[in-house]
């Protein structure tokens, strides 16, 4: 049985380097393409050689067009900035996309429900398993505590990460909305200054940006009595690229829809 073609798309970044890397050790699925900005110092070089492990003959390049035609499923990591053209290239050569990109604006996500009208998409600001086991573990817990309880988010990565909060944090914050039947209005982002006593309804998300920590996310539960922390901390890039290829693997047999990391996993 060949293996599944996956082109990625913003090969050339720390998540580039990881999927590339989980993917040649695949037994499924191999690189099929590594398309990285027009105009990019690194088009030319070997995407194994860059990422750290033996030459893969893939080479990077900036035609992300012909980098769909060769390919069966694609994995987007690249930067929001550049992201509505690579969705619309993936609608147009009718190819499944993973779209592991953050930061991105609810007009873009609205460019994905449309566009999953017409192609296969897996969205998901976090790709780990254990992340969306964190997901459904707040979601639970949110469900039974209710109101008995304060919820503190609690977000840290490394100093080069440029969106705060994270696409995992923002996650947070929408399975805790829907659980506990909240509004936008009810969240607040870090504090400063003087405030009043804390609002029973109040979700509140705190950034740090230091160091080179890959990902940790705590949801904090607080009663009088007790307190329920939900963690999950990254240690290595590959556990997000080691779902990135599992969701690439389950778009295989899709014709269009949207679809998440639950759908992916079973959860």
Known sequence: MSKLKIGLI?????MG???I???AQSQKSSLSSATVKAGSVYIGFDSGIHSGIKETGVIFDSDLVAACKGSDVLIDFSSHTGFSENL???VAEKKPIVIGTTGLTEAEK???????????IVFSPNMSVGVNLLFKLTEIA???LQEDFDVEVLDIHHRH???????TAQHLKEVLLRAFDRKEENVIYGRHGMYPERDPKEIAIHTMRAGEV???HTVFFLSPEERIEISHKAQDRKTFAVGAVKAAEFLSDKSKGLYNMFDVLGI
């Open 88 to 90: 619309s290239i993936a």
């Open 110 to 120: 609205m460019e994905i429900q449309t566009a999953s009208t017409q192609i296969p």
């Open 161 to 167: 990460k440029k969106d705060a909060p994270s696409g």
């Open 21 to 23: 890397q989980v993917l």
């Open 17 to 19: 380097k990881a999927i």
């Open 10 to 14: 913003g090969a050339n970044g720390r």
């Open 142 to 144: 949110a469900k039974v």
């Open 214 to 216: 890959i990902g940790d």
